[in-house]
C-alpha cells in the first residue's frame, strides 16, 4: 500500500492562484485518496500573509483528507513567520524541523526547511546578517537529523524550497544555478539518504526528477509543471515493528 502525496510550490497567491484551482479540480478523484498535500513553498507573493487563505480553501475543499505540511520560502518573509504560523493554525509549518506519521502501518517522518543556495543573492547579503552560517548551520542540521530518522526506520520525505541539487534546475540559464540550488545540500543527501526529496524555486527547469545517490528528488514548481505533483510513494520501508 503506498501513500498518495500531493506537492506543489511557487504559486506566488494571486499570480497563478486562478490556474492552481484548477489543476485540483482536473485532480479532485485522486485529491480524495491524498492524506499528505506539500506546500514547498513562495506559496504567496511578496510576504502577502492573507494571500495563502484562498489556496489553504482550495486545497481543504478538494482534498478534505489531507494533512497540509508546509516550508518557507524566500517570498514567505523571515520576518513574517510568525504571522503565517498563527493565521494558518491547521497547516503544519516545517522550518529546520520535522513531524512524524503513520500510515498503513508505517512511520514517516518529513523534514522540511527553506534550504540552501550556494551562492546567497545581493539582497541576503545586504539585508541578513551571517547568511553563509545561516545556510551552512541549514546543511548540517538536515544531514544530522535526516541520517538520525533513517537510522531509527523511518520512511524520509525531506521537502526544502531552495533545490537541493542543481540536476533538476536545468532549463535554467546556468548563469543563476548558485542563486537556485546548493551542492552542500545535494552532499548533505547523498550522505543522510532521505528516501525521497521535494523541492520548487526553479520555475523553468526542464528536468523535473533527478536522482541523488539513490534518492529521488522531485521539483515541484507550479510554474516548471503547470499542474500539481501526485507521487505515489511505495511504503517498502519504515514498518512498525
Known amino acids: 500500500m503506498g501513500l498518495l502525496v500531493a506537492a506543489t510550490s511557487d504559486v506566488h497567491s494571486p499570480r497563478y492562484l486562478l490556474e492552481f484551482i484548477a489543476a485540483l479540480g482536473r485532480h479532485r478523484d485522486a485529491c480524495g485518496r491524498v492524506r ?13 500573509v492573507a494571500a495563502l487563505e484562498p489556496v489553504v480553501k482550495a486545497v481543504r475543499s478538494s482534498c478534505r483528507s489531507a494533512r ?53 543573492t545581493p539582497w541576503q547579503r545586504r539585508n541578513i546578517p551571517g547568511i553563509h552560517r545561516i545556510y551552512a548551520e541549514r546543511v548540517s542540521r538536515l544531514r544530522e537529523t535526516v541520517s538520525a530518522l533513517r537510522r531509527k526506520g523511518y520512511y524520509v520525505i525531506v521537502v526544502t524550497h531552495y533545490a537541493p541539487t ?12 548558485p542563486y537556485l540550488a546548493s551542492t552542500a545540500m545535494e552532499r548533505a543527501i547523498e550522505e543522510s539518504k532521505p528516501n525521497l526529496v521535494i523541492h520548487g524555486h526553479a520555475h523553468h527547469a526542464r528536468r523535473l526528477e533527478a536522482l541523488v545517490g539513490e534518492t529521488l528528488v522531485v521539483n515541484v514548481a507550479f510554474p516548471a509543471r503547470r499542474d500539481i ?10 514498518r512498525l515493528s
Open 229 to 238: 505533483a501526485l507521487l505515489d510513494v511505495p511504503m517498502s520501508i519504515g
Open 166 to 177: 542543481r540536476k533538476t534546475v536545468e532549463g535554467e540559464d546556468p548563469k543563476i544555478w
Open 36 to 48: 499528505l498535500f506539500i506546500f514547498a513553498g513562495d506559496m504567496v507573493e511578496k510576504g502577502r
Open 68 to 120: 497540509i505540511v508546509a516550508v518557507f520560502g524566500n517570498e514567505e518573509y523571515m520576518d513574517r513567520e510568525t504571522l503565517f504560523v498563527e493565521r494558518y493554525k491547521d497547516v503544519v509549518w516545517l522550518n529546520d524541523n520535522y513531524m512524524t506519521l503513520e500510515y498503513g502501518g508505517y512511520r514517516i517522518a518529513v523534514y522540511g526547511t527553506r534550504g540552501a543556495i550556494d551562492r546567497p
